[in-house]
C-alpha cells in the first residue's frame, strides 16, 4: 500500500470514528479523574454519615438504583419530584411510600455542585451511592463504570409497568427481568439485594391474611414464622404503610447469604423470594448462593453493574442536572 493510499485508509477511519464517536460512549471507570476528581470520595462521604446514623440508607439506596435503571434506564429519574402538571416516579406505588434516602443524594450533590458545579449526573451520584451501601453492609468493594448523564423524564405509570411487585410468580419475574435482558440465574441473584432493609406490611400481608379463596394463609410460608409476622402486623388496616420488618430479620443490615439459607427454610418475605424455590432448577441455584458467600457476591456485583448500564444516557445525551429533584429550566 502506498503513502497516500495509507493516508486515505487513516482519513476514512478518523472520520469514522468521529462520525461513531458519540454514538459509542460508553461507561467507564473513574470516569470523573481530571472532570471532578474528588466526586466519588464526597459521595462515599456522604453516604457513611447518613449509614452512622441510619444504617437502613443502605437498603434504601441499593433499591433506588435498582427502580431507577428498570425505568427508562440509570439515568436518575426516579429522583425527579413531581409537579403540578406530572406526576413522577418517585410518586408511583411501588416508590411511595417505601423508597428511602433521598436526602443522602440531595447532601452529596450540593457538595459537588459547590466543588464541581454542572460536571456529575445525579444518575452517577446514585450508582456510586449503591456501590457504596453495598461496601458499608459488608458486602464488597468494586469500581462502579460512570459517566450517565440525566433523563429529562419522570412518569409514575412507567414506574408501575416495569417494576415486578412482591406478588409476582417465578414465570412473572423471569419475564420481568428478560425484558430487561436478564437471565433467570440473574434475576435470582438481584433478588439477594433483601438480604438487607426492611418491608412495609402490606408487602406481604396478604400471605397472612387474604390468600386466596380457599386458604386465608399462603401454605408456602414457614408456619412459625408466619405466627411472627402476624404479631407485628395485626390484620387492620393501619399494619398496611405503617409498620415495617426486616426481610432478613437475622442480620437485616449485612450483605450475606442469610437471605437464601432463609428461602429454603421457606422464610422468604414475599411471594417474590419465596417463589425462587418453587422449581428444582432455580431452588439448587439458591442453595448454591446459600452455601457460598463469595460465589454470591462476586455474582451479585456483575448482575448489579450491568444493571446499572441499562438504558444509559451518555455522552451528549440528557443534562447534568444542577438539583436532582428538578429537570434543568
Ligand atoms: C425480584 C423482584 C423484586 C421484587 C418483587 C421486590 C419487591 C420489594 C418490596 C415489595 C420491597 C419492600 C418495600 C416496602 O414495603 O417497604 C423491597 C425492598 C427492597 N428491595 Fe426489592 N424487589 C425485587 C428485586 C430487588 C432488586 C433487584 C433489588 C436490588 C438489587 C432489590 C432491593 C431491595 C432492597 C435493598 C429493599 C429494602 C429497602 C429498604 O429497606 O428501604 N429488590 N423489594
Ligand atoms: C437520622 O436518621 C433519622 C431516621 O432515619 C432521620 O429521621 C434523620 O433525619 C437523620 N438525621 C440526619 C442528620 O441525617
Ligand atoms: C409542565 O410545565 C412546565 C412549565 O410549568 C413545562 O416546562 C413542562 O414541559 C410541562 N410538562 C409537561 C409534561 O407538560
Ligand atoms: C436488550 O437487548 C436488546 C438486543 O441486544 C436491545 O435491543 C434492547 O435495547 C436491550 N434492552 C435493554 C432494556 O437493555
Ligand atoms: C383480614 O381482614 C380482611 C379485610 O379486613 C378480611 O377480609 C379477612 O377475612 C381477614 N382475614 C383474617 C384471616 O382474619
Ligand atoms: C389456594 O392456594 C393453594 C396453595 O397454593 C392452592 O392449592 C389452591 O388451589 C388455591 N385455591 C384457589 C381457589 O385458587
Ligand atoms: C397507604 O399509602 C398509600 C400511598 O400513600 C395510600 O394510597 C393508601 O391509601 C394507604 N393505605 C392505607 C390502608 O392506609
Ligand atoms: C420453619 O422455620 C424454623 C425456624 O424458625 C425451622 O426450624 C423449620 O425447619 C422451618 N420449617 C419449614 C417447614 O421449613
Redesign the pocket.
Known amino acids: 500500500m502506498d503513502m497516500r493510499r495509507g493516508l486515505e485508509v487513516l482519513l476514512a477511519f478518523l472520520v469514522i470514528s468521529c462520525l461513531c464517536a458519540p454514538l459509542e460512549a460508553e461507561l467507564v471507570n473513574g470516569f470523573y479523574t481530571g472532570i471532578c476528581s474528588q466526586a466519588e470520595t464526597i459521595v462515599t462521604a456522604e453516604v457513611l454519615k447518613a449509614f452512622l446514623n441510619d444504617s437502613g440508607v443502605a437498603a434504601g439506596l441499593v433499591r433506588m438504583h435498582f427502580h431507577d435503571a428498570f425505568v427508562r434506564g440509570a439515568d436518575g429519574s426516579v429522583l425527579i419530584d413531581s409537579t403540578s402538571n406530572n406526576t413522577a416516579e418517585k410518586d408511583s406505588?411501588p416508590n411511595?411510600?417505601s423508597l428511602r434516602g433521598f436526602e443522602v443524594i440531595d447532601n452529596a450533590k450540593a457538595k459537588l455542585e459547590a466543588s464541581c458545579p454542572g460536571k456529575v449526573s445525579c444518575a452517577d451520584i446514585l450508582a456510586f451511592a449503591a456501590r457504596d451501601s453495598v461496601l458499608l453492609s459488608l458486602g464488597l468493594f468494586y469500581q462502579v463504570p460512570s459517566g450517565r448523564r440525566d433523563g429529562r423524564v419522570s412518569l409514575a405509570s412507567e414506574a408501575l409497568a416495569n417494576l415486578p411487585p412482591p406478588f409476582f410468580n417465578l414465570d412473572q419475574l423471569t419475564q420481568s427481568f428478560a425484558s430487561k435482558n436478564f437471565t433467570q440465574e440473574e434475576m435470582i441473584i438481584l433478588s439477594g439485594a433483601h438480604t438487607i432493609g426492611r418491608s412495609h406490611c402490606?408487602s406481604f400481608m396478604n400471605r397472612l391474611y387474604t390468600f386466596n379463596s380457599t386458604m386465608s394463609q399462603d401454605p408456602s410460608l414457614n408456619a412459625t414464622y408466619a405466627e411472627q409476622l402476624k404479631l407485628k402486623c395485626p390484620n387492620v388496616?393501619t399494619s398496611?404503610?405503617n409498620t415495617v420488618v426486616s426481610m432478613d430479620p437475622s442480620t437485616p443490615t449485612i450483605f450475606d447469604t442469610n437471605y437464601y439459607k432463609d428461602l429454603l427454610i421457606n422464610r422468604g418475605l414475599f411471594t417474590s423470594d419465596q417463589t425462587l424455590i418453587s422449581t428444582q432448577q432455580t431452588k439448587s441455584i439458591v442453595q448454591t448462593y446459600a452455601s457460598s458467600s463469595s460465589v454470591f457476591k462476586q455474582k451479585f456485583r456483575d448482575a448489579f453493574v450491568k444493571m446499572g448500564k441499562i438504558g444509559v444516557l451518555t455522552g451528549d445525551e440528557g443534562e447534568i442536572r444542577t438539583n436532582c429533584r428538578v429537570i434543568n429550566s
Do not use: K
Open positions: 406505588p411511595n411510600p402490606g388496616s398496611v404503610n
